[in-house]
């Protein structure tokens, strides 16, 4: 079962590693239109997503963590914080950005923290 939660938990990071590539990087070809936005508005979110893919890069780097560290009680520690930021922001973006952010982020990160405990 713990080789399915970190198979899941890596899952969940490339995703984000993804996420933090379009929201930064490739914001302006890709990104802008993975999130459905016209030129004009997303000259004006830009900043603002610009912020927010350094914010997943952060949930990525626990994640990571989570991976690397020699401690079990540490790495497992950074593992279970990074899903529930992972659930959590899922959640709040499900609930005021788009639905299907509850599909994408909060249901791998739920997986992830279930089998992590199974």
Same mark, same amino acid.
């Given at each position: ?43 004006? =979110?830009?900043?603002?997503? !610009? ?8 949930? &990525?780097? +626990? %994640?990571?963590?989570? $991976? ?26 499900? =609930?005021?950005?788009?639905? !299907? ?8 990160? &739920?997986? +992830? %923290?279930?089998?992590? $405990?199974?």
């Amino acid at each position: 079962m713990q080789l399915l939660a970190q198979i899941v938990t890596g899952l969940v990071a490339l995703i984000h590693v993804y996420i933090v590539l379009l929201e930064t990087v490739l914001f302006e070809s890709r990104g802008r239109r993975v999130f459905g936005l016209s030129k004009e508005k997303a000259d004006i =979110v830009q900043p603002a997503m !610009s912020n927010q893919g350094c914010y997943n890069g952060f949930l &990525v780097a +626990a %994640l990571v963590v989570g $991976f690397v560290h020699p401690n079990p009680a540490i790495a497992s520690a950074f593992t279970v914080f990074g899903l529930a930021c992972v659930a959590v922001a899922g959640v709040w973006g499900g =609930v005021t950005v788009k639905r !299907s952010i509850l599909l994408i982020q909060t249901l791998p990160a &739920v997986i +992830a %923290l279930a089998l992590h $405990f199974a």
